[in-house]
């Protein structure tokens, strides 16, 4: 007979069994696995599962919500079950083989009853009445890019102000001194509501209500090359509705340059209210930076190639694009490949796995992968602006370019004539434009013109020009 239970003092799922010892033992989730201790053998065996996991070299935390596979080697657990339990860090349930891990919130706020009791908590709120900030990078589901570097200016600026990160779950690690809120907890509704100031990186969701005095730093998440919000291909009444109320709910935007600034201004109707053009904060760290290491915490040895191959997110697909073949890219150029999945495929998709392919798809902080990688490998993704301050080379996998600018979604200017790097549209493509050594040289040109366009403001002081504005207008004070 086998038995499945919650040791909660230790975080711990134990599954004992009668007979042989099994050989291993693993909960297999979709953005991370962890395997179990096996004790005993003969009569009886324990497998004892951590519940939490270390990733990247960075510290043990709950896992990710989702669901994981319990496989247990010659075991049959299809009729395990363990009711919901609450934990420090999380809910657990197991039924039928499969543990289902969620958010460490009372299931008395999920219901339908629970939530509504929060938001009419948050709605009557006075609100603004905490000199803090309100982060939220990716909807939660990551903290990094321009809200981080902000996050770590401020803390060195005003350490007074307090700090609120909004996360899906305790998986996602915020900065030292800042404090996870989870999204839906009762925590989160009173942080977004006191806060004086909120700072985001995409649109306010759940039912946001500006309160008097609070402000709204909206910081964007990279300089577009495909046509967004209002310029989107398609006359659609309710798209155009919900980005008129979006962009009203901002104070200032951020753009990394001024190609942007007008871009955005006019695809979000952002008109009488203040963008401020400084650059990008979360590339400030390409300024000098080191990519030793990220490396070492990815195990990756100094003198091997990296590739980095980070495509942007399709409309009409809810997974990562399969353009490559990771593990034969890896073969193919005798490469360590970094993939490096769109934020909006976290929840939807599964780490690829492969010999020297790792997937960085959770990997907080895109920065430390660019100074990590030797060359860059994307499509239509922003992080081409972003790449472009470090001067490695750059090369554009576009297998769907009809596609994807005629109808899918279009562009402000035309990639291929302006490109930092060649087009290619298979593989065998682009194993051949790697192999190139005459590469740099091709496209020196390109690539100044480039820079002197979209980098000139990014120069490693954006972080601590954005905290500057933000404390000169009183937006929170030191």
């Not at 919901?84 to 039924?95: H, N, W």
């Not at 803390?155 to 989870?182: F, N, Q």
């Not at 009444?237 to 901002?250: D, I, L, N, Q």
Request: net charge negative; hydrophobic share 40%.
């Amino acid at each position: 007979m086998t038995t499945a239970r919650i040791d909660e003092a230790a975080e711990t799922l134990i599954i004992s069994g009668a007979g042989a010892r099994p050989g291993s033992a693993e909960l297999v989730g979709p953005r991370a696995r962890v395997s179990a201790r096996i004790t005993g053998g003969g009569k009886t065996w324990k497998a004892t599962f951590p519940l939490k996991a270390a990733r990247w070299g960075g510290p043990e935390l709950p896992l990710p919500t989702g669901a994981y596979d319990l496989r247990i080697s010659d075991v049959d657990v299809d009729d395990l079950s363990v009711a919901p339990t609450v934990l420090e860090g999380l809910r657990i349930a197991v039924d039928e083989g499969i543990a289902q891990v969620a958010a460490p919130i009372d299931p008395i706020y999920e219901t339908v009853e629970g939530q509504a009791t929060l938001e009419g908590r948050y709605v009557s709120h006075p609100g603004g009445t905490e000199n803090a900030v309100f982060f939220e990078s990716f909807y939660g589901r990551s903290v990094g890019c321009n809200p981080r570097a902000i996050d770590r200016a401020l803390a060195a600026a005003a350490p007074d102000v307090v700090r609120y990160w909004s996360v899906v779950d305790l998986s996602v690690e915020v900065p030292e001194g800042a404090i996870a809120v989870v999204e839906g907890s009762p925590e989160w509704w009173r942080a977004r509501a006191a806060a004086r100031l909120l700072i985001v990186n995409d649109w306010l969701r759940r039912r946001f209500a500006r309160k008097p005095g609070q402000k709204v730093v909206q910081t964007w998440h990279g300089t577009p090359l495909k046509r967004l919000a209002l310029h989107r291909p398609g006359f659609d009444p309710r798209r155009m509705a919900a980005v008129f109320k979006e962009s009203r709910r901002w104070d200032v935007l951020l753009a990394q340059n001024a190609y942007a600034e007008r871009i955005l201004r006019k695809a979000y109707a952002f008109f009488g209210r203040p963008i401020w053009v400084e650059g990008y904060p979360r590339n400030d760290a390409l300024i000098g930076g080191d990519g030793s290491g990220i490396r070492t915490a990815l195990g990756i040895a100094d003198d091997e190639h990296v590739l980095l191959y980070a495509p942007t997110w399709r409309d009409d697909r809810t997974e990562m694009v399969d353009f490559i073949d990771p593990e034969q890219l890896a073969r193919q150029t005798d490469s360590v490949v970094l993939v490096r999945g769109h934020s909006r495929t976290i929840d939807t998709g599964r780490d690829r796995a492969g010999a020297r392919v790792i997937d960085v798809t959770g990997f907080p902080e895109t920065a430390q992968l660019l100074l990590a990688a030797d060359a860059l490998i994307t499509d239509y993704s922003s992080v081409m602006f972003d790449f472009s301050v470090t001067g490695k080379p750059m090369y554009f996998l576009v297998p769907d370019l009809d596609h994807y600018r005629g109808e899918l979604r279009g562009f402000y200017f035309d990639l291929a004539s302006r490109a930092p790097g060649p087009l290619v549209r298979t593989q065998d493509e682009l194993i051949s434009a790697l192999a190139d050594e005459s590469h740099e040289e091709t496209y020196a040109e390109r690539y100044s013109a480039w820079r002197a366009q979209f980098n000139r403001r990014d120069d490693g002081g954006a972080a601590d020009r954005v905290v500057a504005r933000i404390l000169d207008q009183g937006f929170v004070t030191r």
